[in-house]
């Protein structure tokens, strides 16, 4: 009779730790995705350290417009024979410079130039009366352009 009694307590305190280890596995078992999902939304949400946030000025949108524009100046002009040789890509490459963007916004800033070249490359291969009026619209819509956003945003 000794015997079941020492044994009782022995089994009955195993039995508890048993029990206490299957009820925490069962809590980290449920708690595990929800931990997983906080951490991978912390990851989504934190960009790396070593990225620095791109910087978007209040102006982009016209500063976008405008670098299209003078490609597209820059291609209908030189069709037109006016011999400025390179005057609207060192117009858009003295803008990049003040401007002093990070590496993703002044690559946005080319292809825009890029885009308004290609545009009229496209459409015109010889100079006509219609790309002459564009190159002339396209002037005065860079130089509206370029005073809003000095005005506005000058230094």
């Known amino acids: ?8 307590p022995v089994l009955g305190h ?7 280890a299957m009820s925490l596995l069962l ?6 995705p929800a931990i997983a999902q906080d951490a991978t939304t912390e990851d989504a949400a934190t960009p790396p350290a070593a990225t620095a946030p ?10 976008m417009r405008l670098a299209e524009v003078l490609g597209s100046i820059h291609y209908l002009r ?5 011999d400025e040789g390179s005057k609207w890509r060192d117009v858009m490459s003295r803008m990049i410079e ?6 993703k916004r002044r690559a946005r800033l080319i292809a825009r130039f890029n885009r308004g070249y290609r545009a009229f490359d496209a459409s015109y291969t010889t100079c006509t009366s219609s790309a002459r009026l ?3 619209r396209y002037v005065e819509e860079g130089a509206q352009l370029a005073g809003q956003i000095n005005r506005r945003y000058g230094r």
């Open 54 to 63: 791109e910087l978007i000025a209040p102006y982009d949108p016209k500063l």
């Open 14 to 20: 195993r039995c508890i730790m048993l029990r206490l």
């Open 98 to 103: 003040l401007e002093e963007p990070q590496p």
């Open 134 to 136: 564009a190159a002339e």
């Open 27 to 32: 809590i980290c078992t449920l708690a595990l």
């Open 78 to 82: 030189a069709l037109c024979g006016t």
């Open 1 to 8: 009779m000794n015997y079941r009694l020492e044994a009782a």
